[in-house]
Every structure is written in C-alpha cells, then in structure tokens.
C-alpha cells in the first residue's frame, strides 16, 4: 500500500546528490515538499497537506542520517590499508580470438619486473588493461593487431583493501562513491577482488580523493607507493 512517506522515500532514494543534502540537512524541507506535492497527488489521488509530506521528509532524513552513522562506525573498523599508485594508463579493446594470446605474451615480458602496476578486467564485449604508464610502450607493441576502443592516461589508483568480515557488508560501496561524487570526483575504471578495490581516477584528483577516503579510515595508516 502507497503512503506519503513510501512515495517520498521512493523519489529521494533515486537522486543521490539530494539524498546526500538531506544527510547535511542543507536542504529547506517545505520548499522541497511543494515540489513532491503534486506526484505525491497523483500517485495517492487525493490532495495532501505540505506539512504532511514535510513530517515525511524528516523521517525520511533521520532514517539516512542513521544508516550513514552505521556505514561510517563500519568502514573506521575495518582494518585495512589504502595503497596509492601513480602514474598510470588504461585501455580498452575490443574482445577478439587472440587478445588472450596477446595478453599471455604481455605477462612474459613483464615477467620480473618490479615497481610495476598492471591489471586486467575482461567483460563480454571488451577487455580493459591498466598498466604503468613506464611500461606503456610494450602494451601499445603487444596488442598492436588488436582493437582499441580508448585510451587514458593521466590516472592514479587508490586501492581499499577490507577486512573479511565486511566484504559482504551493503552499503560499503555506495559511501566510498557518494562522497566522490559530492567532491566532483570523477571515477575513470573500477576494479575489485573480494577484499580489494582499486578506483582510478585522473591524477589531478588524488590528493583530494586520497584525504577524502582515507577519513572513512581510522586505525591504520595508509600505506602510499609512488611509482615512476
């Protein structure tokens, strides 16, 4: 059954940025239940009063500041390490019946090599290779006969290695994200295991990036590696 509070919660959880006001409570609750009147209107047919959907957007608010509270006690326990890796490229080629070959022959070459970043996510439809940008040259030599669809260089990586027990925790994600995306951050690739995430972005972007996850973490120091 449809409810005012049901309806707005419906709404707010789609826009993430406004969710986010909410938790800060920078938003003024009246102006924003006039603008959820009329769906709200529509979907109960029947003409609601504004401070019933104001009442409703204060539930809603003190409902995410909780979870927010919950997510953040969660991701300060964990005790794990962020790793920094600078200096680095991606690509992305289109899937075919030798990139495997190619890869196989990238990981000879690179065999013995130290100080090196190198990591690989193959999807359906294409595969995408992030590699030191020292190194880039032999990647470009490599997979030559191959089809690009992108490059980027520019790009760091911030790796987030959790703890066992919260790898399966919801909402981990989404707070690392959110607060990226509230920065203005933009997240070029993603790549997880399951106790690591590795997020890159451009490189203009990581000491605020850095600072900015690094306060969900609070009983070990992180740990950076600079590469060249």
């Not at 990647?139 to 089809?147: A, C, D, G, Q, S």
């Not at 951050?185 to 997880?192: A, M, Q």
């Amino acid at each position: 059954m449809k409810t005012i509070i049901s309806i707005v919660e419906a709404n707010v959880i789609q826009q993430p940025f406004l969710t986010q006001m909410l938790v800060d409570e920078l938003v003024n609750l009246s102006s924003l239940a006039r603008k959820l009147k009329p769906l709200i209107d529509s979907e109960l047919h029947t003409d609601v009063k504004i401070g019933s959907v104001v009442m409703a957007l204060k539930r809603l608010t003190s409902l995410l500041q909780g979870q927010v509270k919950i997510q953040s006690k969660k991701l300060s326990n964990i005790y794990g390490d962020l790793t920094v890796q600078l200096n680095l490229c991606v690509h992305t080629f289109e899937n075919s019946k030798t990139i495997i070959l190619a890869h196989r022959e990238l990981l000879d070459r690179l065999s013995g090599v130290n100080n090196l970043f190198h990591a690989v996510s193959r999807g359906i439809y294409e595969t995408t290779i992030v590699i030191s940008e020292k190194y880039d040259f032999m990647l470009e030599e490599v997979f030559k006969n191959e089809i690009p669809l992108i490059k980027v260089n520019n790009l760091s990586s911030i790796t987030i290695k959790l703890a066992a027990e919260y790898a399966n925790t919801p909402g981990v994600y989404h707070l690392i994200f959110s607060k990226l995306a509230w920065l203005g951050i933009s997240v070029k690739e993603v790549f997880s295991t399951t106790f690591e995430i590795s997020i890159f972005i451009a490189d203009k972007d990581t000491a605020l990036a850095f600072t900015c996850i690094k306060d969900l973490f609070v009983q070990k120091k992180p740990h950076i590696n600079q590469h060249s």
